[in-house]
Structure formats: C-alpha cells, structure tokens
C-alpha cells in the first residue's frame, strides 16, 4: 500500500509536489459510491479531504479503499492527553490517516482576555498552557511592558528566569511520565510526578499556588522569594537531577523503549519549517533553535547553559531532548541562586504595580493606588506588539493590540502545542496505532493551549 | 481404567468406593478454593509489590494491610450494572468470560502440589488429577483460553475490542507455538507426559540437586523461552497488546463491565499463576526440596506441609519476576512482537529440541556424548546461520509482516 516503510521520514511534498499533478482518472459517480460505503460516522466528517484525495490518488489506496476503519481516538481516551480527539484511518494496525480534531477545550480565552484588564490578564492567560503557566504569564508581562515602554527591577527579571527554567523542569517532567505511560512504562509516570511533585512544592511556597500561578505580572512578579529559598533550590535541583539520572538508566537503554522509539515519526528540519514547528521537536532535527540563545531575553545572555539538539528527530530524540534540557535548567536554577541580584522584586511605580498591603491602612494614596488599580488598571499607550519566548513546548508569542484604554483590543497568544500539534498527521501517517499513540505523546501537546 | 482416569495411586485398587469419591471431591473443592483465594492474594500483592517499586503506598484500607481490596472490589463490582451493546451478539458476549476463566481452572488441576500423602487411609497424590496425558493438557487449555478472549473481543460489536479481539489471535497463536516447544524441551528429557513423574524426576536428594536434577539448568533455553512465551500467553505486561490501555482504551474488554469484567481480570491473574505453576512443576522441581532434617522422612510435616511450602515459595518467586517485569517494560510493538515469537523463539526453540534430543539418543545408543553434543551443536549453528540468513533484517522488509 503506503510505498513508504515506516522509519523514514513522511516527506512533505507528497501532499504539495506530486498530488497536485497526478490528478487521476476517477469516474465521478464511482468515487460517490466509494465515500458513501464508508458508513462510519466519522467518514461525514473526513469527505472533504477523502474526497481530494482519491482524486489525486494521494495516500489513499484506491483498492483498499472498504477495507479501512475509521476509529475514533478521544476525546475520551487514556493516552489523548486531555481532550484530544485523533480520527484514524486504519487498515488493521496500520494507520492509513489521522486526523487530530480540536476544540474540545476551547473556552475562548483569548476573547475573554479583551475584556479582562492588564492587571487580570496573567490571571486568564495562565490558564492556557496549564502544565507552564510561568512561560504564558511572561509572555503576556514582557508584552504589556514593552507596550508600557518599562524596564522592570534585575531582581525581577532573575526571578523570572529562575521561575522560567523552573518551569521547563516540571513541564519536561511531566512529559517524561505521560510518555513512559503512554508506550507503557507505566512506572515511569509515578517517577515522573514524583520528581514534579518537589518543583511544584517550591512553586506552592513562593508563589501559593501549584499550578494556574499568575506570579509574573506586568512590572515584576508577585512577591519576593521566601527565606530560605536558595537551601530548597538547591537541595531541589539535587533531587531532579537524580530522578533524570534514574529516568536515563531506566530507559534509555531499555531494548524495548528503543524498539518503540527510534525511528518513529520522524521529522526533518524543512517539515518542520514550514509547518511552523517549534521547540524540541525542531531540535530534535538537528536545528539548535532556541530563542533562549537566538533572541535572549531576560538574562538568558548572562547564564551559561547549552541547547540541546540532536540528529534523528524521532520520538527517541524528542525523549532525550527534553531530558537533557533538564539538566541544562538545573544548571541555569543553580546560576541564578548564586547571581540572585539584590532589590526590588517589581517596579515602584503605583500605577502598574499595587502598593504593599502595610501602607494602605495609612496612606490615602496608596489606597486610591491601590482602589484605582484593581478596579480600572492601568492605561497603556496604543500600539501593537509581538513578544515571544522559549516555553517548554516551542516558542510561545504574544500579540497585543492596545488602544491606550486599561483593556487590550485583541489578545492573541501563540501557543506553540497547537502548531506543534500538526506535525501528528505527517508524522503518523503509515505507522502503527502503538506508534500513533508514542507520536502524539511525543508531541507534548498541551489541549488549553491548543484550544485557548 | 485406572489409566485413563489417572495415574494416582488412589484408583489403582481399581474400586472406585464412596470415600475415593469423597476424597476426590475434597481435592477438587480445595484446588478450586486455593486458586481463588490465591488470586485473590495475588493481586493484592502484585499491587503492593508495584506500589513499592513506584514510591506509593497501595492499597490500604480494606482489612489489615488492604489484603481483603481485591474481595471488595469483586464485591462491588458484582453489584454493577452490566451492561450489553447493541451491536453485540449476545450470547457470545455472555459466554466469553466463563470461556477464558475455565481453563484456568482446569489447568491447575493436574499441577501437583505435594507429594504423596495419605488421606482417609488413601495413598494420594496431592494434586486433583495426574493425567498420563499432562502436558498435552496443559497445551490444550492453554490453547483454550485463547477463546475467551477473541470471542470477547469480536462479540462486543466495536472498534476497540474488535482490534483487541485481532491482535489476541494473532499473538496467542503465534506464542502458543514457542510455548509448545518450550514444554518439549522438557519433555524429551523427561520422556513422561505425566507431571507427577515430570515432578518426581527432579526430586530432591541434597544441596546438589537444585542444578543436578532440577530440569532449569539442563533445559535452561526452553526455561526462557517457556517464561517469555507464558507472559505472551497470559498478556501479562510486556505483552499486554490485547488490552493495551493506551492505545485500545481497554481491548477486548473495553465494552465488558460489572462482573463479567471482574471474571476476565480474575481469569487473567488465574492464569498467571497456573503459568508460574506450570513453570515450577516443569522446570523447578514443583514440591521438591528439603525437609525439615530433624523429623523423619515420614513425618506429616515433611510429607505433607514441606513440598507445599516449596511449591509456593517458587510459584511465589516466579509471580514476583511477573511483576517486577510488569513494573520496568515499556509495552512491546505488535510487529516487533511477533518479530520477537517468529523468528526468535520459534527458532531457538526447534533447535534446541533437535539437540536435546540428540543427546538423549545418544545416552541410549551409548555413543559418545560429547561428540554428540559437539556435533549437535554445530549442525545447529550451521542450521540458525543459513536461518540467520534467510530471514530479512530489521531494516530489509517489515510490510509482510503486519
């Protein structure tokens, strides 16, 4: 059938170079009669796209055609992660198409964003990509502040580094155990949490909260750090690192781990591009793009930490990857508990940033500030801006549009699970169900920041 | 008649009375209770063992140390709903539980756990049958079990279940053919099908015997391949495709619930431990081991709590290595599944049998056994190295096999 074995790499220009000009000679009616014994439900919703391809012969074989199963993959399903619907074809284990149908957990944020405030916005943006809260909250901040033209305190934006790499750790850890889960390690998971589990410990004690933050605001973050912060950091870091040492020796070398992995969906650097793919994905093609090191924001220039980047770009690459960034953020947590800039933790300014909680039961002022500021926000100059940093998934950008009222006019969060996500249908496709399910697994994609 | 029915020194009389009846009927009542409760025990352990090695604690309310969960749980789901899918054939649907949880039992029967004893004034075996036929048995209801799970997967009616009820098939079948020859790697050195002789050929006589007579080392291949292909059969963890939770929900049990749900997950426990049972008797020793030295050999310690103890000590050690397993694999890939049976096993197991062989009819021909050996050997590598060959490498060709 598929005149690709699985293992190689799904070229793209089978959809764009050949099937434009191979448009074959298929009696109308005859193709009816095909899509119309497809009874399955799910074929309603694939004919358009069945229907181009038995026109251009695409991936469809013609004599196979009532042989297929349409079988639906989620929305409730172990290994959908969340709520993700995946329609397959099938011809037996083989997976002819696939087709991932989003929306499930589509709640309209980015609208629900115009209406909130600047101030409320981390509050609605956090929400997305619900396992990095920390990356959308930045991303919003950076982009109000840019808007605000104001530059915060060095401690804030070390904070925020410190909290961005923190980040990284518990969203690669949290990868790592729905991966093992999903190509059946299933101890793998409780590792996985285990070692989570201690990152948002620290999370919970600085900011009060595990997951859905909103510490990074526009002005700096929240609060400062506890005391004794950097003994927690630093005997956290210990832990992580010996849980991915273990996950390493756990896997890595296990012969069954590398059977499911290696070789599976894989990606080259140009699928990738053009599908606007970002993250380990990419890296794991063997292009080292991280805008930590390409764009550097915050004081990613001031650390000393490597990209990590191999060659294969298949699920045992993207395994790795996130594996070693792993280690690479514990190198950046332990920096920044040496290099922790002394200062404020946000800017002075009252009209951005709320007064502290003391000098409202004596200041008028700072009550007005304080009245004023949670009631209306703040004006923000009129103007458009784009911001973007590296979340654990891929670059995650912020479009803002002000009109210089309190509220944005339009809010767009790049989320970069939703672009990531389409890389499943290339690379899925003539590959097993077992290796369907360890490709969208290696995806990571998060469904809140899909759907938004 | 007596060896037909069995070869147990209860019918050798040749008088079937009341009290052999009674007798029978007690170890009939008794195997089925054991293996109840044995599964019942195991499935507790199996969680506490996996909540050890995944840093939880397992479960821990019901009854002391939660032992009593897995009662509750069959409690509960005994009192729920079951219910059938439209599209289902009904019948099928129904029988397909009791189809996969019969030849469990059965299998257990003919295991001997003890040795022989006397009860009511009748030398017995303590097992409930030894049939001349006992491997045979074990491979035909082995084989059966098969059943249960394809009928369940193909009466639901639905995707899941359907693709579950596809790769049982095609796996059982494919290890069944390992297993086979896995148990004739024993069997052509026990040269009986009885697994009372099987048993009692690997007795224990000292310290020695544990790699003297026990058939794990002689037959140390077919000990592999026998356990690799009982996980396969039994869907145990790494082999679990049938119901492979991430990719097919629940496989051929997705549709099943209440109790009929209960007696498949009964059914595959049960048969893991008739596995590891299966595997004690063929391969280590079964109830073979050392009494307790300061009592007499005759003393109803020695022959009657002794061998039981050994028994369990090894099917226990067995279902620990089942779930240690079951803890650390990643599930398997179906083609690489039946890569592994196909052209490993199979392979290894056949030439392995050859060899075996060859050496028996050299110990009864007197010719020299190491030459034999030698000989044996290299005809086999000669054999696996055009094997070797002929088969398409791992990179070469994978279409013809899905």
């Given at each position: 059938?598929s005149?690709k074995?699985r293992?190689e790499p799904p070229s793209?220009?089978s959809?764009?170079?050949?099937s434009?000009?191979?448009i074959?000679?298929v009696?109308?009616?005859e193709?009816e009669?095909?899509l119309?014994?497809q009874?399955?439900?799910g074929?309603?919703?694939l004919?358009t796209?069945s229907?181009?391809?038995?026109?251009?012969?695409g991936m469809?074989p013609?004599?196979e055609?009532s042989?297929?199963?349409i079988?639906?993959m989620g929305?409730q399903h172990p290994?959908?992660h969340?709520?993700?619907?995946?329609?397959m074809?099938?011809?037996s284990?083989?997976?002819v198409?696939?087709?991932?149908?989003?929306?499930?957990?589509?709640?309209?944020?980015e609208?629900t964003?115009?209406d909130l405030?600047?101030?409320?916005?981390?509050?609605?943006?956090?929400r997305?990509?619900?396992a990095?809260p920390?990356?959308n909250?930045?991303v919003y901040s950076?982009?109000v502040?840019?808007?605000?033209?104001?530059?915060?305190p060095p401690?804030a934006?070390?904070?925020?580094?410190?909290?961005q790499e923190l980040n990284?750790?518990?969203?690669?850890?949290l990868?790592?155990?729905t991966?093992g889960?999903?190509?059946?390690a299933?101890?793998?998971?409780?590792?996985?949490?285990?070692e989570?589990?201690?990152?948002?410990?620290?999370?919970?004690k600085?900011?009060?909260?595990r997951m859905?933050?909103?510490?990074?605001?526009?002005?700096?973050?929240?609060a400062?750090l506890?005391p004794?912060?950097?003994?927690?950091l630093?005997?956290?870091?210990?832990?992580?690192e010996?849980?991915?040492?273990?996950y390493d020796?756990?896997l890595?070398q296990?012969?069954?781990?590398?059977e499911?992995?290696?070789?599976v969906?894989?990606?080259?650097?140009?699928?990738?591009?053009s599908?606007?793919?970002?993250?380990?994905?990419l890296r794991s093609?063997?292009?080292?793009?991280d805008?930590?090191?390409?764009q550097p924001?915050?004081a990613?220039?001031?650390?000393?930490?490597?990209?990590i980047?191999?060659e294969?770009?298949?699920v045992?690459?993207r395994?790795?990857?996130r594996l070693?960034e792993v280690?690479?953020?514990?190198k950046?947590?332990?920096q920044?508990?040496e290099a922790m800039?002394?200062g404020?933790y946000?800017?002075?300014d009252k009209?951005?940033t709320p007064?502290?909680r003391?000098?409202?039961d004596?200041s008028m002022?700072?009550?007005?500030?304080?009245?004023k500021?949670f009631?209306?926000g703040f004006?923000?100059?009129?103007?458009?801006?784009y911001?973007?940093v590296?979340s654990?998934?891929?670059?995650?950008?912020?479009?803002?549009?002000?009109?210089g009222?309190?509220?944005?006019?339009?809010?767009?969060i790049r989320?970069p699970?939703?672009?990531n996500?389409?890389?499943?249908?290339?690379?899925a496709?003539g590959?097993?169900v077992?290796?369907?399910?360890a490709?969208?697994?290696s995806v990571d994609?998060i469904?809140?920041?899909v759907?938004? | 008649?007596?060896?037909?029915l069995?070869?147990d020194?209860l019918f050798?009389s040749?008088h079937?009375g009341f009290?052999?009846?009674l007798?029978?009927a007690?170890k009939?009542?008794v195997?089925?209770?054991?293996l109840?409760?044995s599964?019942?025990?195991?499935?507790?352990?199996m969680?506490?063992?996996i909540a050890?090695m995944?840093n939880?604690?397992?479960p821990?309310?019901?009854g002391p140390?939660g032992?009593?969960?897995?009662l509750?749980?069959g409690?509960?789901?005994f009192?729920?709903?079951?219910?059938?899918?439209?599209?289902?054939?009904?019948?099928v649907?129904r029988?397909a539980?009791?189809?996969?949880?019969?030849?469990a039992?059965?299998?257990?029967c003919?295991?001997?756990?003890?040795?022989q004893v006397?009860?009511?004034g009748?030398q017995t075996f303590l097992?409930?049958?030894?049939?001349p036929?006992g491997?045979l048995?074990?491979?035909a209801?082995?084989?059966?079990?098969?059943?249960?799970?394809?009928?369940?997967?193909?009466a639901?009616g639905?995707?899941?279940?359907l693709?579950?009820s596809?790769r049982?098939t095609?796996?059982?079948?494919?290890?069944e053919?390992?297993f086979?020859l896995g148990i004739?790697?024993v069997?052509?050195?026990?040269?009986t099908?009885?697994?009372h002789?099987?048993?009692?050929?690997?007795?224990?006589?000292n310290w020695?015997?544990?790699?003297?007579?026990?058939?794990w080392?002689?037959?140390?291949v077919?000990f592999?391949?026998?356990?690799i292909a009982a996980t396969?059969?039994?869907?145990?963890?790494?082999f679990?495709?049938v119901e492979?939770e991430?990719?097919?929900?629940?496989?051929f049990?997705?549709?099943?619930?209440g109790i009929?749900?209960?007696i498949?997950?009964l059914?595959e426990?049960?048969?893991?431990?008739t596995?590891s049972?299966?595997?004690?008797t063929?391969?280590?020793?079964?109830?073979?081991g050392p009494?307790?030295g300061f009592l007499?050999?005759?003393n109803?310690?020695?022959?009657?709590?002794?061998?039981v103890f050994w028994f369990?000590?090894?099917?226990?050690?067995?279902?620990?290595?089942?779930?240690?397993?079951r803890a650390?694999m990643p599930?398997?890939?179906?083609?690489?599944?039946m890569a592994?049976?196909?052209?490993?096993?199979i392979?290894?197991?056949?030439?392995?049998?050859l060899v075996?062989?060859?050496?028996?009819?050299?110990n009864?021909q007197?010719?020299?056994?190491?030459?034999?050996?030698?000989i044996?050997?290299?005809?086999?590598?000669?054999a696996?190295?055009?094997?070797y060959?002929?088969?398409p490498?791992?990179?070469?060709?994978?279409?013809?096999?899905?």
């Amino acid at each position: 059938m598929s005149d690709k074995t699985r293992g190689e790499p799904p070229s793209t220009d089978s959809t764009s170079g050949e099937s434009t000009s191979a448009i074959k000679n298929v009696d109308p009616d005859e193709i009816e009669t095909r899509l119309e014994r497809q009874t399955d439900e799910g074929a309603q919703e694939l004919r358009t796209t069945s229907r181009e391809l038995v026109l251009t012969g695409g991936m469809w074989p013609e004599d196979e055609l009532s042989d297929t199963m349409i079988i639906n993959m989620g929305p409730q399903h172990p290994s959908t992660h969340g709520v993700l619907r995946l329609m397959m074809e099938l011809d037996s284990e083989e997976v002819v198409r696939i087709k991932p149908v989003i929306g499930y957990l589509h709640t309209g944020m980015e609208k629900t964003g115009e209406d909130l405030t600047y101030v409320q916005g981390p509050t609605n943006v956090t929400r997305m990509d619900y396992a990095a809260p920390f990356s959308n909250e930045l991303v919003y901040s950076m982009a109000v502040e840019r808007l605000l033209d104001i530059d915060v305190p060095p401690r804030a934006t070390w904070i925020r580094m410190m909290f961005q790499e923190l980040n990284r750790m518990s969203s690669h850890l949290l990868f790592q155990a729905t991966n093992g889960m999903d190509i059946g390690a299933v101890s793998m998971m409780l590792y996985g949490w285990r070692e989570r589990e201690e990152v948002l410990r620290f999370f919970e004690k600085t900011t009060g909260l595990r997951m859905n933050n909103n510490y990074i605001r526009p002005g700096g973050v929240a609060a400062d750090l506890q005391p004794g912060w950097q003994e927690d950091l630093l005997a956290l870091c210990d832990t992580v690192e010996e849980g991915v040492r273990d996950y390493d020796e756990l896997l890595s070398q296990n012969p069954i781990w590398v059977e499911r992995t290696v070789g599976v969906g894989v990606l080259t650097t140009e699928d990738c591009l053009s599908l606007s793919i970002t993250g380990p994905i990419l890296r794991s093609t063997g292009f080292a793009w991280d805008l930590r090191k390409a764009q550097p924001y915050l004081a990613y220039d001031e650390v000393d930490f490597d990209v990590i980047y191999t060659e294969n770009g298949d699920v045992f690459d993207r395994y790795r990857i996130r594996l070693y960034e792993v280690l690479e953020s514990i190198k950046i947590v332990r920096q920044c508990v040496e290099a922790m800039p002394p200062g404020d933790y946000r800017v002075q300014d009252k009209k951005i940033t709320p007064p502290p909680r003391a000098r409202i039961d004596e200041s008028m002022e700072a009550l007005i500030h304080h009245f004023k500021l949670f009631t209306e926000g703040f004006k923000v100059p009129a103007g458009e801006v784009y911001t973007s940093v590296e979340s654990p998934r891929g670059e995650i950008g912020c479009y803002i549009v002000s009109d210089g009222s309190s509220k944005p006019v339009r809010l767009h969060i790049r989320g970069p699970s939703f672009y990531n996500l389409q890389s499943a249908e290339p690379m899925a496709r003539g590959s097993l169900v077992a290796d369907a399910v360890a490709i969208v697994s290696s995806v990571d994609p998060i469904m809140g920041e899909v759907d938004r | 008649m007596s060896h037909l029915l069995a070869l147990d020194p209860l019918f050798q009389s040749g008088h079937v009375g009341f009290s052999v009846f009674l007798v029978v009927a007690v170890k009939v009542l008794v195997a089925f209770a054991l293996l109840l409760v044995s599964v019942m025990l195991y499935i507790w352990g199996m969680r506490k063992w996996i909540a050890d090695m995944q840093n939880r604690i397992g479960p821990n309310t019901a009854g002391p140390w939660g032992i009593l969960q897995t009662l509750a749980d069959g409690i509960k789901l005994f009192f729920k709903e079951q219910s059938i899918p439209d599209s289902a054939d009904r019948v099928v649907f129904r029988l397909a539980p009791y189809l996969s949880i019969m030849p469990a039992f059965l299998l257990f029967c003919i295991i001997p756990i003890g040795g022989q004893v006397s009860i009511f004034g009748h030398q017995t075996f303590l097992q409930v049958a030894d049939l001349p036929i006992g491997a045979l048995w074990i491979l035909a209801m082995s084989g059966l079990g098969v059943y249960g799970v394809m009928l369940a997967g193909w009466a639901s009616g639905s995707k899941y279940p359907l693709l579950g009820s596809v790769r049982a098939t095609g796996q059982l079948l494919s290890y069944e053919a390992a297993f086979s020859l896995g148990i004739l790697g024993v069997l052509v050195r026990a040269g009986t099908l009885s697994t009372h002789d099987i048993v009692s050929q690997q007795r224990w006589v000292n310290w020695h015997s544990f790699v003297s007579q026990w058939y794990w080392l002689p037959a140390f291949v077919p000990f592999v391949i026998f356990l690799i292909a009982a996980t396969a059969e039994t869907n145990h963890p790494p082999f679990d495709l049938v119901e492979a939770e991430q990719e097919l929900v629940g496989g051929f049990n997705t549709e099943y619930t209440g109790i009929r749900f209960a007696i498949f997950f009964l059914a595959e426990f049960m048969n893991v431990i008739t596995m590891s049972a299966v595997a004690t008797t063929l391969f280590l020793g079964g109830p073979s081991g050392p009494g307790l030295g300061f009592l007499s050999a005759g003393n109803a310690l020695n022959t009657w709590l002794m061998p039981v103890f050994w028994f369990g000590l090894k099917v226990i050690a067995l279902l620990f290595v089942t779930v240690w397993v079951r803890a650390s694999m990643p599930r398997m890939r179906y083609d690489r599944l039946m890569a592994l049976g196909w052209k490993y096993l199979i392979e290894i197991a056949i030439l392995w049998v050859l060899v075996a062989a060859a050496i028996e009819v050299a110990n009864v021909q007197n010719w020299n056994v190491w030459a034999t050996v030698l000989i044996a050997f290299g005809s086999a590598a000669l054999a696996y190295g055009v094997l070797y060959l002929a088969i398409p490498k791992p990179d070469e060709v994978v279409e013809e096999f899905r």
